[in-house]
């Protein structure tokens, strides 16, 4: 397998000094275009209190991770990349391996939750790993978890969308910290038990927000779902996947209320989630005798899991062992696989990644 990293023996990266602290200076790609090579070293020492160049751009990379451990940063970490490879064991050509830690600051996961198809499945990551992996983090990785929580809530306070998942998260999130913080010298915890409880409060916190928000009422001159006709709403309905989405739909108006008690909608629903060896095992009667499949669905629902969709999710490339977002609009037009695959068909060789997967790729 060729060496996909950056070359030992390259003179590095240059780095520069913005207010957020020192980011990576890509002129070759941004500023030179055709001129490139025309550019002589001379150009680029003009500023040479921003620019590092060659050696120095080491002193300036353990200074900006200084920076960020410093609780007072906000800033997120400053790798913002689509791609890491995913190695679990040393090799030849690689030493070392990589950790969840590692993964989640280095894969882009602020502008991930900017993308509507993106945001519930960040959202679940971030979740899981509020159950069982939030020990697991580096300081740094700890540090941007709760930066990406941050925006994330500040996002749900602004546009008023899925508080519900937010509002999940968040009652997770609580009760590991309430653990952690309670059984404090049983388990590893880095960083001062202050920064821990400064954590839990600020949770609280926006949980209260959360818990206060109300959602203003959307007044439209135009067409609206009630003016439909029933039989596009009910097509509407038949398209939702969760059961939370369809009752609160039912509470809007009358009619909606009608459509989401029907029976064939709770059985098409039950039938997506679980297999058919599954609710035969729980079939629930009305008193007509027929199948209640809306009771019956939540009955399911506590014995065994949902399905997960997603709009879009992390790739995993199985012939380069690399773990990236893969952006359809630079697929379709530049035909980019979103990393550098070695393949002959490289579609041929991804498998999406589910958040439980994420976590499962990093258990060695």
Same mark, same amino acid.
């Given at each position: 397998m060729p060496f996909l990293g950056q070359d030992?023996?390259?003179?590095?990266?240059?780095?520069?000094?913005?207010?957020?602290?020192?980011k990576r200076f890509e002129y070759l790609n941004h500023m030179l275009g055709d001129n490139i090579n025309e550019l002589t070293l001379e150009e680029l020492d003009n500023d040479k209190e921003n620019v590092y160049v060659g050696d120095v751009c080491e002193i300036a990379a353990k200074k900006r991770k200084k920076d960020f451990f410093n609780n007072n940063t906000k800033s997120q970490f400053f790798f913002q990349e689509r791609w890491i490879y995913v190695q679990k064991e040393s090799t030849r050509e690689r030493h070392g391996y990589c950790t969840l830690g590692e993964a989640f600051n280095r894969l882009d996961?602020?502008?991930?939750?900017?993308?509507?198809?993106?945001?519930?499945?960040v959202v679940k990551l971030l979740q899981l790993i509020a159950?069982?992996?939030?020990?697991?983090?580096?300081?740094?990785?700890?540090?941007?978890?709760?930066?990406?929580?941050?925006?994330?809530?500040?996002?749900?306070?602004?546009?008023?969308h899925?508080?519900?998942?937010?509002?999940?998260?968040l009652n997770d999130l609580s009760s590991t910290l309430c653990i952690l913080i309670r059984e404090v010298g049983k388990c590893v915890l880095i960083g001062n038990i202050n920064i821990w409880v400064c954590r839990l409060e600020t949770i609280l916190n926006w949980q209260q927000q959360l818990n206060s928000l109300q959602i203003p009422k959307q007044v439209s001159n135009g067409?609206?779902?009630?003016?439909?006709?029933?039989?596009?709403?009910?097509n509407i309905l038949f398209k939702f996947s969760d059961a939370c989405d369809i009752i609160n739909m039912g509470q809007t108006t009358p009619t909606l209320h009608m459509l989401s008690e029907d029976r064939q909608l709770w059985k098409k629903l039950c039938q997506f989630h679980f297999a058919e060896k599954?609710?035969? !095992? #729980? /079939?629930? @009667?009305?008193? *007509?005798?027929?199948?209640?499949?809306?009771?019956?669905?939540?009955?399911?629902?506590?014995?065994y899991p949902v399905k997960e969709q997603y709009g879009d999710t992390l790739q995993f490339c199985r012939?380069?062992?690399?773990?990236?977002?893969?952006? !359809? #609009? /630079?697929? @379709?037009?530049? *035909?980019?696989?979103?990393?550098?695959?070695?393949?002959?068909?490289?579609?041929?060789?991804l498998t999406p990644v589910s958040p439980q997967h994420f976590i499962d790729l990093f258990k060695f």
């Open positions: 030992w023996r390259s003179p590095g990266w240059s780095w520069i000094k913005t207010e957020d602290g020192w996961f602020s502008s991930a939750i900017q993308d509507v198809r993106r945001f519930n499945y159950k069982s992996q939030l020990t697991s983090l580096s300081g740094a990785a700890q540090k941007n978890y709760f930066n990406v929580l941050e925006k994330i809530v500040r996002k749900v306070l602004d546009d008023h899925n508080p519900r998942l937010i509002k999940a998260l067409m609206t779902l009630s003016d439909l006709p029933l039989h596009m709403q009910n599954q609710f035969c !095992r #729980h /079939l629930i @009667l009305s008193e *007509k005798g027929h199948v209640d499949w809306k009771l019956m669905f939540f009955t399911l629902q506590k014995y012939h380069c062992s690399i773990l990236f977002w893969n952006d !359809r #609009h /630079l697929a @379709l037009i530049f *035909k980019d696989s979103g990393h550098p695959c070695t393949a002959n068909d490289p579609d041929s060789c």
